[in-house]
Every structure is written in structure tokens, then in C-alpha cells.
């Protein structure tokens, strides 16, 4: 399945069950407009739209990408108001992101700035090339990263590189990206590859495990420990009930059984 909004291009590969989303205003540096963020809303609606594990057909992980070597310079300066109710509008593709419940893989080239690099870190993993550049420069509008670019930060490092990196608001390379472990892995030109295999890697896996894993970790940063545990309990009780789990126990006790994961 291909289908193109009119400001992203949203492919479907059945075989594998990855879909890709593309940020496709490249003259704008794929800045996010009112459009672009419908559209992402709008293109991942229409990948969930794909899932339908009776039919053999499972959306099992996401990569999203920015068109013509940018992942995505910001929120779109031309379009805003100082109104604070489109603010508001303005935060709804993070979220929906978020709470998407397959792994969504941020593949990140040149420049992730501003809402461009909150909606990467609303992504569950962010595979960077070399040449990626990351910033908040919202500080030089007067504004903060008002989507959770400092509260992401400081949970994925701490508060104070949050600070450094959201008052300056100065471009970090990506090694400075990844020692501050705010991208997973940082690669030259085998980023596409290497995003390729591990998106296959996890889609190859039992579906329900691995949204089950997303929503544990998720949750983990929201509640304590004792709380945590209670709620991956919940998690993995019904997954014993699951097909996947007969067929992962039995590819345990016999040898020449392949499985094939099928979310069910
Ligand atoms: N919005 C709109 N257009 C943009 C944006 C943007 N954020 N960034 C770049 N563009 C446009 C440029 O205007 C230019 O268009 P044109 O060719 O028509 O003049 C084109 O993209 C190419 O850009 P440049 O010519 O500037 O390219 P350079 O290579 O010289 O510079 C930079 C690239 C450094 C990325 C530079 O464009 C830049 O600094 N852009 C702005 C980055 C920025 O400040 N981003 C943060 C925006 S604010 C935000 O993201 C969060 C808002 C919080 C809202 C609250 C939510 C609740």
C-alpha cells in the first residue's frame, strides 16, 4: 500500500507488516504546518487501518522519516499566531504518536529542531545518521519546546542537560546526540539499512509481546516500581492466553519448529 496526504507519503510492506511514514515538505525543511501534522496523525490512522490479524495482515513497527536529507526543522514559524488555542491543536500528532501502540523508529537525517525533534523523541527509538543536527532553539523565539522537548530530555538524561540544550537552544551533533543517549544508534550511509534490520528484527517478534513491552516501558516512566510491577502483571496475563505464546514454547522444546507470530 502506498497512499500520499498532501504533505506526507505513507507506504505499507504487508510482507514484513513495517510501515513508513514520510514528512514530505522538503522546500520548509518538512517544518511542521497545520497540514503536516494532520497528515501525520492522518497517514498513521491509515497504517492502523492495515492491522487486521484475522486477515494474516499485522502492522508490527514504524519508521518515520523527513523527505530530501532533514528529518524536520520545527514547528512552522510562518503559520504562528500567538494564539494559544492553536498552541493547544499544535500537540496532538506528539501524543498520537506516543500512545500508537507499535514501535515507531524516528529515522533521522540533517536538521531535527524545535517540534521536529519532539516528535522524534515522541518516537519510541531514534536511529540518527553522521550528519543529523538537533536543537531547541524555541528560547530565540521567546517560547519553550512547549510539546515536552526539556521534560523528555530530562528523562531520557537529566534536567540540566535539558536546560543546557533548551537555553541555549545551540545544535548538538549526533555523537554529542548519543552520548547524551537522546538517539539510540548513529550511523553513516547504512542508516537505511540498519533501520531496515531493525525494524524486521522486532516486527519478526510476537506482536502482542511487543506492544505489551512499548505500553510497560512507557508506563515506567510515569509510576514507581511497585506500581510498575502491578501493571505489567496485568500485561502479561492475557498474553499466556495468546496462539504466539503456544507457538514461542513450543519453538522452545522442538528444534526444527519456526515460528511465525502472527498478533493472536
Ligand atoms: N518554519 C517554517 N519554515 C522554515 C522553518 C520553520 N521552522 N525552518 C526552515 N524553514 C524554511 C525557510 O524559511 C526556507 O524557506 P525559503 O527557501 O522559502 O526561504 C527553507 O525552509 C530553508 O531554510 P533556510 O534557508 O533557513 O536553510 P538554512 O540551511 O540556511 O538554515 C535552519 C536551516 C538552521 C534549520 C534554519 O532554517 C532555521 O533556523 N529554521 C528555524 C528552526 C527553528 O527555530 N525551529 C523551531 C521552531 S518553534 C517549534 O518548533 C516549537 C514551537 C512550540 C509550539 C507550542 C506547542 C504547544
Known sequence: M???FDTTIVQFDEETGIGHLTLNRPDALNALSDQLRKDIVGGLRRLEAENDADDGVVLRAVIIEGADGNFCAGADITEFSGDAAGARSDREHYEFISDFPVPVIAKIRGYCLGGGFETAMSCDFRFAHEDARFGLPEVDLGIIP???GAQFISRLNNP??????AMTGDHISAERASELELVNRVYGD?????TR???ETIA????LAVQAIKDSARAATEVGLAEGRKYDRRLVEP????EDFEKGARAFAEDDYEPEFEGR
Do not use: N, Y
Not at 540540566?160 to 540544550?165: D, L, P
Open 197 to 199: 534490520e531493525f525494524a
Open 204 to 207: 519478526s517478534k510476537p506482536p
Open 2 to 4: 502506498r497512499d500520499e
Open 239 to 242: 498474553l499466556f492466553a495468546t
Open 190 to 194: 547504512d542508516l537505511d539499512g540498519a
Open 146 to 148: 512547549g510539546a515536552g
Open 160 to 165: 540540566s542537560v535539558a536546560m543546557e540544550i
